[in-house]
DNA sequence: AAACAGGTGCTAA
DNA sequence: TTAGCACCTGTT
C-alpha cells in the first residue's frame, strides 16, 4: 500500500489496534451490474460519512459526479495511481469502490488506501462533542458550530498526497474552484500517467521540472507557473524534504513550506492540514475571516494572523476541521445577505 | 463589459 | 510588522 512517509507513524498504533477489524469489514466482491472489466470492493465505515460534503466542500479539486454504471450517482477520482469511483451506501453503511483491478496493486492494498484517504480513522462523534463545546465558551457565539456541523454531519478531512495538496493551493491561489478544478486536471492529463477509468496519476516533481515553464503554463496557470516550478525544484534537491516533514513541529514545517515561492501563510497551513492531516492548523481564507469576525470576534475587522489565532485558541486540537465546516458554512449556508459587508 | 476569485511577492512606511 | 498594490486568466 501507498502510504505516504509519517501517515505511517501517525497511524501506526490505530492500524495495528484495527487491522483486524478492518479485514472483517472488507468484503472483495463483484458488485453486481458492473462491467467484468470493473472490479469492486466495500468498505464498512466506523461512523459517519457525507461523501457529497466531504468531496465538494472545496478541500481536494479532482473529484467529479458521474453516472455508474448501477445509474447511481458516483464520484470519480484518483486514489494515489488508481483511478477509482466511490460510492457511499447509507443503508449498509458501506463505502462502494470501483477501479480497474489490471491498474491497482491489490484489491486490499486498495482497501488500505481508501481507508486512509477518507480518513475513516477519525473519531468524527468525539470531534464533534469537542468542537461544540468549544463554540459555547462565550455567549454570543450561539450554535454556530453545531449549524455548520449540522449541515455536513460526515464531512471528513481527507489525507492527499503532500505533493499533489502542495500544487494544488499554490494554484488555488487568486482563483475560483472551477477555475482551479480545470488547472489541476489539465496537468494531470498533459503529464501524469494513466491510472485507469480513464484517469491519470498526479504528475511527480519530476514531470513539473522536465515539462519547465511552458509545460506548465500550458495549463493557464499563469503567473502561478514559476511557483509551481519552484516548489519542483526544491522537492527534488531536498532543499524542502516533504516526507521529513512529517516529523517535524508544525511551526517548523510551516517555516519550511513558506520557502517556496507563492507558498504563504494560509498555502502553507492547507498543506498541513490537508497533506499531513495536522488537525490543529487553522488555514484562513477571506471566507474564514469573514466568519471569525461575524461569529466569534464581534463583528471587527480582523486580519488573517488574528483571525488564526482565535480559531486555534478556540478549537485546539480539532481548529482543521472546525475550519472545514465554517466554511462550508459560510459559502453554502449562511444567508450571503447577512454578511455585513461585501 | 468589468469585476471578481480559497493569496502572495514586493516595496515602503 | 504591517499596509498597499499588481498579478494570469477563467468565471460570473
Not at 53 to 65: D, I, P, V
Not at 172 to 192: D, E, L, R, V
Not at 310 to 333: K, S
Request: proline share 4%; charged share 25%; aromatic share 12%.
Amino acid at each position: 500500500m501507498r502510504l505516504e512517509a509519517g501517515y505511517i507513524d501517525r497511524l501506526a498504533s490505530y492500524i495495528a489496534l484495527e487491522s483486524e477489524r478492518l479485514k472483517l469489514d472488507v468484503e472483495y466482491s463483484e458488485i453486481c451490474d458492473v462491467p467484468e472489466t470493473f472490479a469492486g470492493l466495500k468498505i464498512k465505515v466506523p461512523g459517519f460519512l457525507d461523501l457529497k460534503s466531504t468531496l465538494e466542500c472545496g478541500q481536494a479539486f479532482r473529484w467529479r459526479k458521474v453516472c455508474g454504471p448501477d445509474a447511481c450517482i458516483w464520484y470519480k477520482g484518483v486514489l494515489g495511481s488508481t483511478g477509482v469511483m466511490v460510492r457511499f451506501d447509507t443503508s449498509s453503511s458501506k463505502l462502494l469502490v470501483l477501479y480497474d483491478d489490471k491498474i491497482a496493486e491489490t484489491h486490499h492494498a486498495l482497501a488500505w488506501e481508501v481507508f486512509n484517504y477518507f480518513s475513516l480513522d477519525d473519531d468524527l462523534k468525539t470531534i464533534y462533542q469537542f468542537l461544540a463545546k468549544a463554540d459555547a465558551v462565550h455567549a454570543r457565539a450561539g450554535a454556530v458550530m453545531q449549524e455548520a456541523i449540522r449541515h455536513a454531519c460526515g464531512l471528513r478531512i481527507l489525507r492527499q498526497g503532500p505533493w499533489e495538496c502542495l500544487v494544488s493551493y499554490i494554484v488555488s491561489t487568486n482563483k475560483n474552484i472551477p477555475a482551479i478544478s480545470k488547472i489541476i486536471q489539465h496537468f494531470c492529463s498533459a503529464m501524469g500517467s494513466p491510472a485507469g477509468l480513464g484517469e491519470y496519476t498526479f504528475p511527480s516533481p519530476e514531470r513539473f521540472l522536465a515539462a519547465g515553464l511552458d509545460g506548465i503554463r500550458r495549463s493557464k496557470c499563469g503567473y502561478r507557473a514559476p511557483y509551481i516550478l519552484d516548489a519542483a525544484a526544491k522537492v527534488l534537491n531536498n532543499e524542502v524534504n516533504l516526507d521529513e516533514l512529517s516529523n517535524m513541529p508544525t511551526k517548523e514545517a510551516r517555516q519550511q513550506l513558506q520557502t517556496i515561492k507563492g507558498v504563504g501563510p494560509k498555502v502553507a497551513d492547507c498543506v498541513l492540514l490537508f497533506g499531513y492531516h495536522r488537525l490543529d492548523v487553522f488555514p484562513v481564507d477571506v471566507w474564514i475571516a469573514r466568519s471569525m469576525s461575524h461569529f466569534y470576534m464581534g463583528g471587527n475587522n480582523v486580519t488573517p494572523k488574528s483571525a488564526r489565532e482565535e480559531g486555534r485558541r478556540r478549537f485546539g486540537p480539532f481548529a482543521g476541521y472546525a475550519q472545514q465546516y465554517l466554511f462550508n458554512y459560510a459559502r453554502n449556508v449562511f444567508d450571503k445577505e447577512a454578511w455585513p459587508e461585501r
